[in-house]
């Protein structure tokens, strides 16, 4: 009778004892997933889930689905796995956010991902002095795989995407590189005859590459750089695009924010007039500080030549000819001879010899957009002179 007593005392004691326990686990689990929902909705993204179920060591959100406030379509991804929080500066810090493998199969289509890997994900305390105080961020983003197939074929596949971040701290700006190690599209399931027959004659039936990007956000004045973004096709060529902007401050992204919310709330039909020239207003806080599109050669400017002088029975060469006495004529319209003849002797250098060729917009001062647009409408060929528009061909990149 003593034992059993005793017993019962011990196990009363014990649940006693882990009662605070796993209210405390489940208060915590409230709090951050609260958190969590706050801050995508400060980023104009509405998550929603069934239950989440787990402790501070593995929480499960179970039936998550996301969508833009208002609208009624949604996106459901399953579960949603958060491992390893701790709290941080009145905050969370997380491991790894992790989604479940997603599968969508609509007609003859089909899309499988593979699960997303978010890792040091941070959600700010509200009220944080911090810079991105109302933004989730994290570390590093992982994803294996992305299949799409069209009756069962596949037609576009991604291996390894990646992305690493390093977030502004000491006045310093956020940097970011990503890269998708490989991707291989089928252009024969491509329906229109005329396309199909160009890609046929081009020997690019499949092809397949690789993208590298990089780049830098200063949240305290705005300035966003695209320092790399290179789309690489095997026995192609590369193409990569640059950009730099200033004005794109964390009060511009609100202000954003703010107008994208407003007209997702209008009613369907709803007259969006004024809110179109408040996002024309918005965009004349940015500032054009300069752009860049290049090319650089692996064998497709060749095969290109060859096909259209096949079509017509002549020789490359005479295409490549013909070329370089069209452009003359095509840019004397620029009305700008400094350009023009840029752009000529760029062309037959390019064509002669095809290595690379670039196109860049530095101005000499920041240009607004407000400028940019008065002048496209005003006067639009004096605009590559306001950017400081050049051309070059079988140059260095510029680092």
Do not use: C
């Amino acid at each position: 009778m003593m034992i059993r007593t005793t017993f019962q005392k011990l196990a009363l004691s014990t649940f006693l004892l882990a009662m605070p326990l796993h209210a405390a686990y489940a208060q915590d689990t409230t709090a951050v997933a609260q958190r969590f929902k706050e801050l995508l909705a400060s980023q104009n993204m509405d998550v929603d889930w069934k239950e989440v179920n787990g402790d501070a060591s593995k929480m499960v959100f179970e039936g998550v689905t996301f969508g833009a406030p208002g609208e009624k379509e949604r996106l459901s991804i399953g579960k949603l796995t958060f491992e390893g929080v701790n709290e941080e500066n009145g905050g969370y810090k997380i491991d790894t956010v992790t989604t479940e493998p997603y599968h969508f199969a609509e007609d003859k289509a089909a899309v499988d991902i593979s699960s997303l890997v978010l890792s040091g994900v941070v959600l700010p305390a509200p009220g944080s002095s911090d810079a991105l105080g109302s933004m989730a961020m994290y570390d590093s983003a992982s994803l294996a795989s992305l299949d799409v197939k069209l009756n069962d074929k596949p037609v576009f596949t991604m291996s390894n995407l990646s992305v690493e971040m390093t977030p502004p701290k000491d006045g310093n700006a956020l940097e970011f590189t990503s890269s998708i190690e490989k991707f291989t599209a089928d252009l024969s399931a491509i329906d229109d005859a005329q396309t199909k027959a160009v890609i046929d004659g081009l020997g690019y039936k499949t092809i397949s590459g690789y993208v590298e990007s990089a780049g830098s956000w200063q949240p305290s004045d705005g300035r966003l750089t695209l320092s790399q973004n290179d789309i690489s096709i095997e026995n192609a060529g590369t193409i990569g695009m640059t950009f730099d902007l200033g004005g794109y401050t964390l009060a511009f992204l609100k202000s954003m924010q703010d107008l994208q919310k407003k007209m997702a709330d209008q009613p369907e039909g709803a007259d969006n007039s004024a809110q179109g020239l408040a996002m024309l207003g918005l965009m004349q806080q940015l500032t054009f500080e300069g752009a860049s599109v290049r090319f650089d050669d692996d064998s497709l400017t060749g095969k290109v030549l060859e096909y259209v002088a096949k079509q017509q029975g002549v020789k490359s060469t005479d295409i490549a000819n013909q070329a370089k006495a069209i452009v003359p004529f095509m840019t004397s319209q620029l009305n700008n001879p400094d350009l023009s003849g840029q752009i000529s002797a760029a062309v037959n250098k390019f064509l002669e010899d095809p290595k690379n060729i670039e196109v860049r917009a530095t101005p000499s001062s920041s240009v607004p957009f407000a400028l940019i647009a008065a002048g496209a409408m005003a006067n639009p060929l004096d605009l590559p002179k306001t950017l400081g528009v050049t051309v070059q061909a079988n140059e260095e990149a510029e680092q």
